[in-house]
């Protein structure tokens, strides 16, 4: 079973549209165990641009991080 960080990389990669189907599996199985993680897609997905920052507060700390780190190389790319 994956492990919310190794799903959040998963995801990351999923949002970008590299995630292998064997990747999207495993995401989705982890998807189906774990509600935080759902939350965080659905949430996610629905939040404009610097609002995600906010939502980053109020995931777990592994998963904010890397939502931290993610958003910081998005901006660092876009400017
Ligand atoms: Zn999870």
């Not at 939350?39 to 995931?59: I, Q, S």
């Amino acid at each position: 079973m994956y492990t919310c960080k190794d799903s959040i990389n998963l995801l990351m990669n999923f949002l970008d549209g590299e995630l292998s189907q064997e990747e999207t599996q495993h995401l989705r199985e982890h998807l189906q165990g774990c509600s935080p993680c759902v939350d965080f897609l659905r949430t996610y997905r629905a939040t404009p641009g610097l609002c995600k920052r906010a939502l980053a507060a109020r995931m777990p700390k592994e998963v904010s991080e890397k939502l931290t780190e993610y958003l910081r190389s998005k901006i660092k790319s876009a400017s």
